[in-house]
Every structure is written in C-alpha cells, then in structure tokens.
C-alpha cells in the first residue's frame, strides 16, 4: 500500500509562512486523490486542501482559501502545501493523506495517512 509521510512544519510568527511537503513511497495512481488535513488542539481532524494526482484539479476549505496553496512535483511524488498569511487558528498538526475521492473533504474517504507534521504560529 501506497505509504505517505509529512515534512515541513515548525514554528513561526502570525503572518508568516511555512511549505509541508508529503512524499509518497512510490508513484501514486491517476485516479488518487491527495490531501492535507489538520488537527487543533482539542479539536477534530478538518480537512484543509486537496488535488487529483492526475489533474490540475484543487479544492480549498474556506478557512484557507486565498493564504493556502496545494501543488504537486510529479517527478517527486511529492504534493506542497504553501501557507501563507499564517494565523494563531492555523496551529494544528498537519497530515497528508491518499485516497480516491475527489475532493475528499471526509477523512473517511482516505486510506493512507502520514503521521502529521506540528506547525504552531504564535500571536
């Protein structure tokens, strides 16, 4: 099974910036779909961006819409997430995940998860 695993996060200031990359073990099919999720403290898994690894297709939740961006290096099994305009509600554990439903918005709908990336932005 397809394995995926986090990289990236770290601490910075409100307003900030930070990129998480997630590698997959190996090439990825057409038809998955990969996506970032995070975790608050105290709070559930939310979903936060996703791409089709075949197309150029992206989906944002609102409360990243216009600060994230999810990108891809094909040749490097390897999807992006950019944050920028960081905020103290964005501190969270980061995971990435695959599965085959596009946009995937439910964390059910995925069958592969890394073990998260912590990014923590202080006021």
């Known amino acids: 099974q397809l394995q995926v695993a986090e990289s990236g996060g770290g601490s910075v200031q409100t307003g900030g910036s930070l990129r998480l990359s997630c590698t997959a073990s190996g090439r990825p099919y057409s038809s998955h779909v990969m996506g970032w999720f995070r975790q608050p403290p105290g709070k559930e898994r939310e979903f936060v961006a996703s791409t089709r690894w075949s197309r150029d297709s992206v989906y944002y939740a609102d409360s990243v819409k216009g600060r994230f961006t999810i990108s891809k290096d094909k040749t490097a099994y390897t999807v992006f997430l950019q944050m920028n305009g960081l905020k103290p509600e964005d501190t969270a554990v980061y995971y990435c995940?695959?599965?085959?439903?596009?946009?995937?918005?439910?964390?059910?709908?995925?069958?592969?998860w890394g073990r998260g990336t912590l990014v923590t932005v202080s006021s």
């Open positions: 995940a695959r599965g085959s439903t596009f946009p995937g918005t439910d964390p059910q709908s995925y069958s592969s």
